[in-house]
């Protein structure tokens, strides 16, 4: 299998898989494009020979192309029932999956206030960005849901072992992280399990030695000292 990704200091989607495919031990050659969202760039012409949709990441297994993360979680979650890739208990699952499905459709505030960028220590930026409304609720919104998933389950992690849940909320760690986003001490022990775990620490040590910058992707700095 490959799984073609963005450039790892920036591509949340493109972490999720990943991390999830590391985590379980699933092998796979990475094929990293380097993001460039200029109609007609090299990044959309290498792309086209993997998804007809010009997005990161695509999971590509023979003569198939899944382009998709969550579409990614649930083939990856089928081609390998010995993982438990979602969790076992048929409640817990549905749960699990619900959580991944409002990542993958809201949350929209954050994500465009707060872009990923692992290397980056932006907490004005995100002082500032706390200051909209929008953003104060998605941030609510995801430690309501982490710590009624961590009291559920016990931890350590979202649904007791690490999951596609928890790969899914990587990016959204990162995030926090990196704009210093203000979160009740749970929702930290729980953002340090997840930065720790072998999967996400192995995507982090590679963005941060990526030194690539895309002055697209950082709307904060015009340059870096």
């Known amino acids: 299998m490959r799984l073609v990704i963005g450039n790892k200091n920036y591509s949340s989607w493109s ?27 090299d990044f959309y012409r290498q792309l086209a020979a ?4 010009g997005k990161v990441p695509v999971l590509v297994d023979g003569d198939l192309a899944v382009w998709d993360t ?12 010995e993982h438990a890739i979602w969790p076992r208990d048929a409640k817990a699952r549905a749960r699990a999956r619900s959580i991944c499905a409002e990542m993958h459709a809201g949350f929209g ?17 995100g002082a500032q960005a706390m200051a909209d409304a929008a953003v104060q609720r998605d941030v609510a919104r995801i430690v309501a849901l982490w710590q009624d998933a961590l009291r559920t389950s016990g931890g350590p992690f979202l649904f007791g072992e690490f ?3 928890d790969a899914y909320y990587a990016p959204v760690v990162s995030r926090l992280r990196t704009y210093a986003l203000p979160v009740p001490q749970d929702a930290a022990d729980y953002m340090a399990r997840v930065w720790a775990s072998p999967g996400v620490a192995a995507w982090v040590q590679d963005a941060l030695a990526e030194q690539d910058f895309i002055a697209e992707e950082e709307p904060y700095r015009a340059s870096r000292g």
């Open 109 to 125: 505030a954050l994500r465009s206030k707060c872009g990923m960028n692992i290397e980056a220590q932006l907490a004005e930026a």
């Open 50 to 53: 993997f998804s007809p949709v």
């Open 70 to 81: 969550l579409a990614i979680a649930e083939y990856l979650a089928d081609r390998f029932p």
């Open 15 to 41: 972490m999720r898989p990943w991390v999830l495919m590391k985590h379980f031990g699933i092998a796979f050659e990475e094929v990293k494009l380097r993001l460039d969202f200029t109609p007609g760039s």
């Open 163 to 165: 999951s596609a849940a």
